[in-house]
């Protein structure tokens, strides 16, 4: 079986207050509340990349693990805000932290699913051929959206979280992992152009095309609850347990208000699910590591507790994953 032997989170230090972003866009820090409940959201500075921010979450999962960088077999880099267009950040992250010359590969544009995702890449492989898979989610995307759309710019934040998986001696296994995707909602959350159908453009950049992040926002939140609280439903039932079991759901955080209508379909308690959102908005990829790792900093994980991790994205893509520390 597949477990988490170690886990790391990064935040760039840089905070964004909604009044701050009411300074620069038609917003107020009541409308993003009341909206979203987000509060603050972290954003890296000039001189931090993605691959900076993947490389500091990986170093303390690798630590956490009490292992070093030569015994990692194998890395899985989740990201849609990516160091380079051209390779892949798992390839730079390989070379920073000195992991010798195992396989890397990125899984990208699938929004903020990416890292459950991930993870149930990981543990297929660990299962195939048993080695230390490091698993990654991170995103810059302050960098790379729009700041002047304010139906998106106030919901996003910088973060990066990682784990190490593996055989051997582990914090928690991994019991199950269920996925989906509904290609036919592609159209509700996209970024059109830069690929091969609409090309980047010296007009696609004056109207900052490339950065236009195109979202449908109800029909992506009503989405959102549905497939997660169902993929949370269904991997319990492929474990044989049930809500009462579960001491912490760490959901995908988007919006305090998806989370708390995630929370009310499945009838979980409001003390057992993790939330962050207000201090870091939605970090894409980053999301769900990050929370993870920072509920079990804080105390809010023990040994013995029954963890969900779930997340949608873009695609449109859900999972859930069913965690036994
Ligand atoms: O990884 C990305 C995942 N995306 C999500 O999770 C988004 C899911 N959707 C949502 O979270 C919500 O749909 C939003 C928070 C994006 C929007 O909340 P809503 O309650 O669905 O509001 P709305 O889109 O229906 O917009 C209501 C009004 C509109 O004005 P009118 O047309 O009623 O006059 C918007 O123009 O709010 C306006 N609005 C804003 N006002 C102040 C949109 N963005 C803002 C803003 N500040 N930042």
Same mark, same amino acid.
């Given at each position: 079986m597949?477990?988490?032997?170690?886990?790391?989170?990064y935040?760039?230090?840089?905070?964004?207050?909604?009044?701050?972003?009411?300074?620069?866009? $038609?917003?107020t820090?009541?409308?993003?509340?009341?909206?979203?409940?987000?509060?603050?959201?972290?954003?890296a500075?000039?001189?931090?990349?993605?691959?900076?921010?993947?490389?500091?979450?990986?170093?303390?999962?690798?630590?956490?693990?009490?292992?070093?960088?030569?015994?990692?077999?194998?890395?899985?880099?989740?990201?849609?805000?990516?160091?380079?267009?051209?390779?892949?950040?798992?390839?730079?992250? %390989?070379?920073?932290?000195?992991?010798?010359?195992?396989?890397? +590969?990125?899984?990208?544009?699938?929004?903020?699913?990416g890292?459950?995702?991930?993870?149930?890449?990981?543990?297929?492989?660990? %299962?195939?051929?048993?080695?230390?898979v490091?698993?990654?989610?991170?995103?810059?995307?302050?960098?790379?959206?729009?700041?002047?759309?304010?139906a998106?710019?106030? @919901?996003?934040? $910088?973060?990066?979280?990682?784990?190490?998986?593996?055989?051997?001696?582990a914090?928690?296994?991994?019991?199950?992992?269920?996925?989906?995707?509904?290609?036919?909602?592609?159209?509700?959350?996209? @970024?059109?152009?830069?690929?091969?159908?609409?090309?980047?453009?010296?007009?696609?950049?004056?109207?900052?095309?490339?950065? #236009?992040?195109?979202?449908?926002?109800?029909?992506?939140?009503?989405?959102?609850?549905?497939?997660?609280?169902?993929a949370?439903?269904?991997?319990?039932?492929?474990?044989?347990?049930?809500?009462?079991?579960?001491? @912490?759901?760490?959901?995908?955080?988007? #919006?305090?208000?998806?989370?708390?209508?995630?929370?009310?379909?499945?009838?979980?308690?409001?003390?057992?699910? +993790?939330? #962050?959102?207000?201090?870091?908005?939605?970090?894409?990829?980053?999301?769900?590591?990050?929370?993870?790792?920072?509920?079990? %900093?804080?105390?809010?994980? #023990?040994?013995?507790?029954?963890?969900?991790?779930?997340?949608?994205?873009?695609g449109?893509?859900?999972?859930?994953?069913?965690?036994q520390?």
């Amino acid at each position: 079986m597949a477990g988490i032997l170690g886990l790391g989170g990064y935040v760039p230090e840089r905070v964004m207050s909604n009044d701050d972003w009411a300074a620069l866009v $038609d917003t107020t820090d009541e409308w993003i509340t009341a909206r979203t409940g987000i509060k603050r959201r972290r954003f890296a500075s000039d001189d931090e990349s993605t691959l900076d921010m993947a490389a500091a979450a990986a170093e303390l999962a690798i630590k956490d693990a009490d292992l070093s960088p030569a015994d990692i077999g194998e890395i899985i880099v989740a990201t849609d805000t990516p160091e380079l267009y051209l390779p892949d950040t798992s390839s730079l992250l %390989q070379d920073r932290l000195g992991c010798g010359n195992v396989p890397t +590969y990125d899984l990208g544009g699938s929004g903020c699913a990416g890292f459950v995702q991930a993870l149930d890449v990981a543990r297929a492989r660990i %299962q195939f051929a048993p080695r230390k898979v490091l698993v990654v989610g991170v995103e810059l995307i302050s960098r790379l959206m729009s700041w002047k759309s304010r139906a998106t710019c106030v @919901l996003f934040g $910088d973060a990066a979280g990682a784990v190490v998986m593996g055989p051997g001696e582990a914090k928690a296994e991994v019991l199950d992992v269920v996925t989906g995707t509904d290609g036919s909602k592609a159209d509700i959350l996209t @970024l059109r152009t830069g690929g091969t159908r609409h090309p980047f453009s010296i007009d696609a950049a004056k109207t900052e095309a490339h950065r #236009n992040i195109e979202m449908h926002g109800r029909e992506v939140f009503r989405e959102a609850v549905l497939r997660m609280s169902s993929a949370v439903t269904d991997v319990l039932r492929r474990i044989g347990k049930s809500v009462a079991d579960v001491a @912490l759901v760490v959901p995908h955080q988007a #919006n305090k208000r998806i989370i708390d209508a995630v929370r009310k379909r499945l009838g979980v308690a409001e003390e057992s699910v +993790y939330v #962050n959102v207000e201090e870091y908005g939605n970090t894409g990829s980053a999301s769900v590591p990050f929370a993870l790792w920072e509920a079990h %900093q804080t105390g809010r994980i #023990n040994a013995g507790d029954l963890v969900v991790l779930t997340a949608f994205g873009a695609g449109f893509h859900w999972a859930a994953a069913a965690v036994q520390f």
